[in-house]
């Protein structure tokens, strides 16, 4: 019987493809500008350079960027659009709000595109390249980006909250957010290698630094310099005080040297299930490399869920 179903669900899949494009809805392609905006990806990667000469901790900033959109409801600009007096987004919710930077360079990105090509470009594919160059910048792999998302005319401060974990996470609770998303233990591992560049406020690794037991001693006496048990909130630290802007594997490193910033890092270096993986990753800069840019493109997979309005913006931060 159920061979039946299979083989009747395969008839009609092929009955459709030959009325339409055998591509799913929604469907992503690299050449989906290849006609109609041919010099997307120059201009992008020209204004991400610029941007991470100017200020490398900036390509750390887009990647993270890319993440928050991904995570909420796909990769739909969503976390672009700012607050209005009668619309609430995701940019104050409590994983972006002062946190999440990069919104000036999408928009010079943005400008440039709707000069070359008009109306044609989506602020979340801008995103999706964006963050891509953002990694390469910095000394990481390459990918072909999927392209062709829409942006949506919607965005979620409360699904902001609920998906994206937050910086006390268990490795079991690590887990099952990227779960809920589609992706693997072993690309939640890999994707949290981007924590290899950037800055966290005291605010998050406090707990860590002054509590934790599985921390070197010498990496929590150098981090309570500037971050005191009372006070200091905002003060910054590199995820990586060694190579702080350069895209290797060097968070794995510091995992397995009991040197991770967060709390929710070291919870994949802790006795648990990621351990052997963060090893494999620690040695082996290639293999790390490799699954994080497949990780980034099944993330960037991410779509809208069906019926979520969407349309392509000409400013990111409104719908037209
Ligand atoms: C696994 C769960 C994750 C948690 C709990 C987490 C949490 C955090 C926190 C708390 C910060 C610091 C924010 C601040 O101080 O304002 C941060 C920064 C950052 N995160 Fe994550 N993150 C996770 C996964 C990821 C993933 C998957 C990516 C990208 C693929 C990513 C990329 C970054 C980057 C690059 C920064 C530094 C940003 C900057 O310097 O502007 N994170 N993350």
Redesign the pocket.
């Known amino acids: 019987m159920g061979f039946l179903f299979g083989r009747s669900y395969v008839t009609l899949a092929l009955m459709v493809c030959v009325l339409a494009p055998c591509q799913a809805k929604g469907a992503l392609s690299t050449k989906f500008y290849a006609k109609t905006c041919p010099g997307v990806a120059t201009i992008v990667r020209s204004v991400m350079a610029r941007a991470v000469a100017k200020e490398p ?1 900036m390509g ?2 887009m ?2 960027l ?2 928050h959109d991904c995570f909420v409801n796909g990769c739909d600009a969503s976390i672009l659009l700012d607050d209005t007096p009668t619309f609430t987004g995701e940019k104050n919710a409590g994983p972006n709000v ?2 999440v ?1 990069g919104y000036e360079v999408i928009d010079a990105i943005k400008a440039r595109v709707e000069a070359a090509c008009n109306a044609t470009v989506s602020c979340a594919d801008i995103v999706a390249l964006a963050s891509r160059d953002a990694v390469n910048l910095l000394g990481g792999p390459t990918w072909n980006v999927q392209l062709g998302r829409k942006d949506s005319r919607t965005a979620s401060g409360s699904a902001a909250n609920a998906n ?4 006390g ?1 268990s490795a079991a609770s ?1 887990v099952a ?2 779960a809920a998303k589609g992706l693997s233990p072993r690309e ?1 591992t890999a ?2 290698g ?2 290899t ?5 005291c ?2 690794f406090r707990d860590r630094i002054y509590t934790e037991q599985s921390i070197n001693a010498t990496f929590a006496a150098e981090r309570r310099q500037t971050c005191p048990q009372t006070g200091g909130d905002g003060n ?1 630290a590199p ?1 990586d005080d060694q190579t702080p802007d350069a895209f290797d594997n060097a968070y794995f490193k510091n995992l397995v040297a009991q040197r991770g910033l ?1 709390p ?1 890092d070291q919870e994949l270096f802790n006795g648990g299930t990621q351990d052997a993986l963060v090893r494999k990753y620690s040695g082996n800069a290639g293999m790390f490399a490799t699954d994080f840019a497949k990780a ?1 493109v099944k ?1 960037g997979g991410l779509l809208p869920s069906s019926g979520t309005p969407t349309e392509v913006r000409l400013n990111c931060r409104k719908v037209n």
């Open positions: 901790r750390a900033s990647i993270r890319f993440f002062n946190s930077r994206l974990p937050g910086p996470a690590l957010a990227f939640m994707l949290s981007a924590h560049v950037g800055q966290a406020r605010l998050f910054l995820f967060l929710s980034m993330m």
